[in-house]
């Protein structure tokens, strides 16, 4: 299986902060490479897929880059609605694959 | 508008059956690939198993092969997990995804685009 590893676990930051989120994986994906939205109670929500293509819906303020093995999700200017959990998952193969998790807090 | 909505969760004895469901509206069910994925408490999620828009090819993570069945029926529009033999480590919120195909830099890569809110199974020792 392909492990995916995201750092760090956890951040705190300000409302205006820029914030970014790095994953790797144990293995080349290409760009199959997606970031979700978590938050408590809600349904996840597609961020950004293809590494660096934003999904429809999502605020410009998101942005992704990265091939390969390493990755990243970049916020700039934080809003209050961001402070959620993020994940990254790999699209290359079964069984799909998930980072552990950045939980962004509030500072 | 798209809604994928869980269903079925519960608390459950180990050893215990417990089936999910997973009711779609807004799309056309049949054309797509449906996944289940869990999130444990307080962890992150586990991709958990897959089936194509016709039922006809299915896939499972190894901590569920041969303890979890995943079906469809496309004429109700409904998606389910039949999970035999709980374990404690089951223990988690299960969301139903719908899973997209796209093209890319002459790639063609996939992505969860819907989601549904999820329902807790509790296995208990």
């Known amino acids: 299986d392909i492990q995916m590893t995201q750092s760090p676990s956890s951040l705190s930051a300000s409302v205006g902060d820029r914030v970014t989120i790095a994953c790797r994986a144990s293995q080349s994906i290409g760009i199959y490479l997606n970031w979700y939205q978590l938050k408590p109670g809600k349904a996840p929500k597609l961020l950004i897929y293809g590494a660096s293509s934003l999904y429809s819906g999502v605020p410009p303020r998101f942005s992704g880059s990265g091939s390969g093995t390493d990755f990243s999700l970049t916020i700039t200017g934080l809003q209050r609605e961001d402070f959620a959990t993020y994940y990254c998952q790999q699209s290359y193969t079964i069984p799909r694959t998930f980072g552990q998790g950045t939980k962004v807090e509030i500072k | 508008e798209v809604q994928l909505v869980e269903s079925g969760g519960g608390l459950v004895q180990r050893g215990g059956s417990l089936r999910l469901s997973c009711k779609a509206s807004?799309?056309?069910?049949?054309?797509?690939?449906m996944h289940w994925v869990r999130q444990v408490p307080g962890k992150g999620l586990v991709w958990v198993s897959r089936?194509?828009?016709?039922?006809?090819?299915?896939t499972d993570a190894d901590s569920v092969k041969g303890r979890f069945t995943i079906s469809r029926d496309n004429a109700q529009n409904t998606l389910f997990l039949q999970m035999d033999s709980l374990e404690v480590e089951d223990t988690a919120v299960y969301h139903c995804?719908?899973?997209?195909?796209?093209?890319?830099?002459?790639?063609?890569?996939?992505?969860?685009?819907?989601w549904g809110q999820g329902t807790l199974v509790t296995v208990s020792s």
């Open positions: 089936i194509n828009g016709d039922g006809t090819t299915t």
């Open positions: 807004g799309f056309t069910f049949s054309s797509y690939w």
């Open positions: 995804a719908r899973e997209i195909k796209y093209s890319k830099s002459n790639e063609v890569g996939r992505y969860f685009d819907q």
